[in-house]
């Protein structure tokens, strides 16, 4: 096997690759060898039929999958001999097709992993800290139970519409005559007060009965209340036509002794109190680590310069781009808001995207270093971990993973985890 090197820009590089013609007839031969044992062909016992009507009935078939298994065979061991380490599929280009008794020429380029330095990573440091749950921290939890539980009573026909009060209503709106499905909806249960809805709709709806219909144009505001976050109708003028079925007023349970049996196995107040105050510390101790992995990985990159392959990158920045299309999309935005969006994002995508590539190869390297290896119970925490956030059963999480040809890189994944793991307990150790 002859090999060539060339290298291109950054880290790309282009192999020459040429498999001896000796090589390719012993590929040939035991490959139709295999089909001649199975083959059955008209005039002759199956097995029986000769070689040269084997290849001449096989051959437009089988020949892309020989040059196929030949050239990955080949590659690898070039790869191999080479010491190289693609970070996607190479890009493969034949000089001619496979001729029995001839050699076989192809090219691969790709970019291959920058070199990997480790200067500096054991000496991060954090300090311990002690979570507690203050009064105020109980109180939110409470108050945010207590408007889960809050039932809805039917109010007097004649009680107008007003702060604390629930409307049941029909809205539809219209932009120049035609009608929007993201402003519209039948039975919409509307709390009144609470920011639930634009101002221009709250103030035109204030004062309704049951039984009364109104139409009015509402200016939708560009951003989201209390968010960065575009409005899908920012800057727009909606049409309403609202019809209000009933207007109900909440019945709120007092927090006491009974209300913390309705809310779970808890036989009075304090009991709830101390679930919530576990459950208050335990969010707090989940932000902390957040925060500090993040400074971690920060310190990480800073003190340990490489080069993110730009393959990689590129990936990462898709795979961030279909992630925020989707939450756009979800929060009703039009394709070309969409868009837009994304245009304005792209810059912070990159630099995300840069910084994501290189703590997992960073990590990576750590992990092999330190021979941080990943066992089952290390699988078992992720897959529970995954399961609670997407509330799907772990098997399930598995073999959609085995579909999707994605273990690989979650067990890459939780090997990286293990890693910074590893610096963290040596940070506060």
Known sequence: ???????????????????????????????????????????????????????????????????????????????????????????????????????????????????????????????????????????????RIQQQMTTLKKADENLAIDAGLVAKMDYVGTEAGEKLSSASQDDAFVEIGNGQLVEGFETAVKGLKAGDEKEFDVKFPEKQEGSDEPHPLGGKTIHFKVKIKEVHEKEVPAIDDEFAKKAGPFENLDQLKEAVSKEVVGQKKQKFKQEIQEKAIEWLIQKNPIDAPETLVNQQIQNLAIEAGMQLQNMGLAQDQIETRLKEWEKEMTERANNQVKSSLLLGAIAKEQKIQVGDEDIRKELGRMASQTRKDPQEIVKDMQDKNMIPGFMRQVQEMKALEWILEKAMS
Request: aromatic share 6%; net charge negative; proline share 5%.
């Open 1 to 143: 096997m002859k090999v060539e090197i060339e290298n291109l820009n950054g880290h790309f590089k282009k192999l020459t690759v040429e498999i001896p013609a000796e090589d390719v007839s012993k590929k040939l031969e035991s490959h139709f060898k295999k089909i001649q044992g199975q083959a059955t062909i008209k005039g002759f016992r199956k097995g029986k039929a000769p070689m040269n009507m084997i290849r001449e009935s096989y051959a437009q078939q089988e020949m892309p999958r020989i040059t196929q298994d030949l050239v990955n065979e080949f590659l690898n061991k070039a790869i191999i001999d080479q010491k190289l380490s693609p970070v996607a599929n190479p890009q493969i280009n034949l000089d001619s097709g496979i001729i029995d008794g001839a050699s076989l020429k192809f090219t691969a380029e790709f970019e291959n992993l920058p070199p990997i330095e480790l200067k500096e990573y054991e000496s991060f440091k954090a300090e311990k800290q002690e979570f507690k749950a203050e009064e105020s921290d109980i109180q939110d939890t409470l108050n």
